[in-house]
């Protein structure tokens, strides 16, 4: 028998971050770049940076004690816990695990997902499909990266981009209108070269060849992920919203993925939305890859940018290629 549809809320929402901060100026000691250079061509200023002994799961766990007590959920109540990460503690046991220890959330099961930047609306679609479903009632989803930590230090292309930080999300069925209206996922693995991290897998597992050669670091195309960026991200974005019966025009804000500033701006001017209605923080944070969404969840919450019954949307776009997009009644 199929149970019926639910809906499903978010009813709270946390992150964490390190206190270390990696401005542009200290970039300008490490390699052959300036301020006004990274400024201009990303919109980043400064990303936080974890210490060599913090790993993902630290900050993962963090956000969602953060996100439970927001919620006002205790980690007994959880059913699920889904992490979004590329740069989990090990490639197993799951990062998710870890945290279900660490939040005594002892009743429910927990895994990973890995879809780069798009990771975090990934884990919401699939816990909101569980909720809806009535497989189960409570479930957190945290996005969390230390990208610093495969992030090729040498390379300036790449090197001023990335962020650690973590973000995470508690949803559950409330009986009340609204919540999550759609989602929509895509992906294109014809494009992997273009952003993926080529050592540490069956395919080049770790050896002195693969470490000499700087595999285990990101690799990017960026001029040819910025294209394929603005198309995936307007298009899933008109896709989602026409899932929920809604346009551009009604959008209380936008909360993109912050990878770059002239990505955000080129998918606002197409959607038709003015700046002040899209959330910015990545000059603070820089591409904190599947903590982005609900990094930039939490600091709108907090900073009343997100009101009940304002109307939402999360867009993103990944290595993979993967994109997707969601539309939340708050």
Known sequence: MIAPKRDV?????????PGRVLTNRDLEKIVDTSDEWITTRTGIKERRISDPGTPSSALATEAAL????DAGVKGSEL????????????PFPSTACL???RVG??????????????GFVYALSLARTQVAAGAVDTVLVIGVESLSKITDWTDRNTCVLFGDAAGAAVLRSTGRPGGILSTRLHSDGSLTNLLEMPGGG??????HETVDRRLHYIRMSGNDVFKHAVR???????EALEAAGHKPEELDLLVPHQANYRIIDATARRLGLPMERVFVNLDRYGNTSSASIPLALDEAKRQGRIKSGDLIEMVTFGGGFTWAASVVRW
């Open 202 to 207: 069956s395919l080049n597992p770790a050896s």
């Open 9 to 17: 809320h978010i009813i709270g929402v946390g992150s964490c971050t």
């Open 66 to 69: 953060r996100a439970l007590q």
């Open 79 to 90: 059913d699920q816990i889904i992490v979004a990460t590329v740069t989990g503690d090990r």
């Open 232 to 238: 995936a991200m307007e298009s899933v974005a008109c």
């Open 99 to 101: 945290v279900q220890d």
């Open 105 to 118: 959330a002892s009743s429910a099961h927990a895994f990973d997902i890995s879809a780069a930047c798009a």
